[in-house]
C-alpha cells in the first residue's frame, strides 16, 4: 500500500464521538511514551500530524487520521501511566475498553512494545484481552533504534518465543525502520472491508462506501 493522503479527522471520548462516515480501521495501542504518534507520523511520512511528546500521556483522546480516503489510522491514549490520575486512567480504561470490544469497523490493532523492555504485565493483560475480544492484532517492537544490532536481535527472538503466533515486526519512527512491513501487514485486513462493514450499514450509510476503491 502507498499512502498518498493522510488528514486528522477528529478526536473522540466516547461512541459519540467516533466519525460519522463508517470506514475501515486500524488501531494504534500500547502503553504510554511507547511510541505510537510516532510511528504514525513515520509510517504516514508527515511530522507533527499525531502530536508526541517525551512526557507521557500527550494522547488523551481518541484521535482519527484518514488515509487515502480509504481507512483510519486510530491513535489511542496509551496505558499504565502512573502519573495521571486514578480517575482519568480509569475513563481511559472505560473508552479503550469500549472502542476495542464493540467495534465492527475494527480490522487490526498494532499493539507496540518498546523492544528495549522486558514483556510486562500490563501488555501480557492486553494481549489476553484482545484474544479474549478476538481483536486480530499484531505486535510492532519500537524504538529498535536505541538498540545494537545484536540485542535487536535478541530482542526480537526474546518476544518470538513469548508470543510466536503473532506477527512481529520491528521498527523505529526515527530511522523510518519497518515502515514498509507494517504497511504490507495491514492490506489483508482493509480488504475485508466492504464484506464485514456492509452487514451493519443501513442504505444510505453503504452509499459511503466504494467497493472498488483500491487502497
Ligand atoms: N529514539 C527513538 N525515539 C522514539 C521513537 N519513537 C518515539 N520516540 C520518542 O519517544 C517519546 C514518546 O513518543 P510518542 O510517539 O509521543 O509516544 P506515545 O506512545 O504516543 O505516547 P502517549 O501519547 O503519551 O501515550 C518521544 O520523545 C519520541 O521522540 C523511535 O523510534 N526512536
Ligand atoms: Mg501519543
Known sequence: MKIISSEFITSATSKKGYPKRVLSEIA???RSNVGKSSLI???LNKRGLAKTSSTP??????N???IN???YLVDLPGYGYAKVSK???ESWKVFIDDYLKSNPNLKLLLLLIDIRHEFKDIDKTMIEFLNYYSVPYAVLLTKSD???????KNQFEYYKNLIPDVELVVTSAEKGLGKDQVLRALDP???MKTESIKIQLTDDESQLIDEDEEI
Open 189 to 191: 485486513y482493509l480488504k
Open 41 to 43: 507520523n513515520s509510517i
Open 69 to 71: 480516503d480509504n481507512f
Open 87 to 89: 480517575s482519568e486512567q
Open 28 to 30: 494504534i495501542l500500547g
Open 57 to 62: 500521556g500527550k494522547t488523551r483522546l481518541i
Open 64 to 66: 482519527y487520521f484518514l
Open 146 to 152: 536505541k538498540l545494537n544490532q545484536s540485542d535487536r
